[in-house]
Every structure is written in structure tokens, then in C-alpha cells.
């Protein structure tokens, strides 16, 4: 089994900043893409941003500035950094991650249990 836990929301004032963080564990043989997108509600959930195991990474226009995405690959690890928040950024974050598990090494998406960023205006 693998398992992806995020965590690191709270409430913070516009202008504000927070980090988020997620950790892989279980049953990896390697992890493609990272990434984090959010749900606001009665909105679909919108990608933020993504890095590949290279460290390409890939930001959504709003968000292209304000956030920085990393990771570490040795621990299985990936954050988001984002700084001048607002509250247009209030929604349910959720790290996603593309595995591959298992003796047959099928690859397939998984996904954090959502951490709730709120920003105050």
C-alpha cells in the first residue's frame, strides 16, 4: 500500500505565506510526478503546481510568482511555498503523486487526504 499525507494549512492573512508538505511511503518502486492542486468550493479541483522527478516544474498563471514547488527525492517528499497569499488562494489543497508499486510495477496517481488553506482578506 502507499499512503500520501499532506499537511501544513491553517489560516493566514492576505500578504501572508504558508507551507505545505507531503510525504510518499509504502510500497515504492519510483515516483514520476509531484503536485499540488486545490479545491475551492463548488469549484472543480484546479491544478497548482507540479515538478517531475527531474525537476521540471510547471505553476498555474495565478499562482506563477507567489508559489514555489520542490521536492526531495531521496525522502519522497514534495512542498509548496506560497507567499503573498490571497484569499482568492482559500481551498482545499491536495498533494498528488504518480507511483509505481507492486510486482507488476503498474503506475498509477495517488492522492493526499487535503489540508485546508484559509486567507483572510
Known amino acids: 500500500q502507499v499512503q500520501l499525507v499532506d499537511s501544513g494549512g491553517g489560516l493566514v492573512q492576505a500578504g501572508g505565506s504558508l507551507r505545505l508538505s507531503c510525504a510518499a511511503s509504502?510500497?515504492?518502486?519510483?515516483?514520476?510526478?509531484m503536485g499540488w492542486y486545490r479545491q475551492a468550493p463548488g469549484i472543480q479541483r484546479e491544478l497548482v503546481a507540479t515538478?517531475?522527478?527531474?525537476?521540471?516544474?510547471n505553476y498555474e498563471d495565478s499562482v506563477k510568482g507567489r508559489f514555489t514547488i520542490s521536492r526531495d527525492n531521496a525522502k519522497n517528499t514534495v512542498d509548496l511555498q506560497m507567499n503573498s497569499l490571497k484569499p482568492e488562494d482559500t481551498a482545499v489543497y491536495y498533494c498528488?503523486?504518480?507511483?509505481?508499486?507492486?510486482?507488476?510495477?503498474?503506475?498509477?496517481?495517488?492522492w493526499g487526504q487535503g489540508t485546508q488553506v484559509t486567507v483572510s482578506s
Open positions: 498528488n503523486a504518480i507511483i509505481q508499486t507492486g510486482r507488476a510495477g503498474l503506475w498509477r496517481a495517488y
Open positions: 509504502g510500497s515504492i518502486l519510483s515516483i514520476n510526478s
Open positions: 515538478i517531475t522527478n527531474g525537476g521540471s516544474t
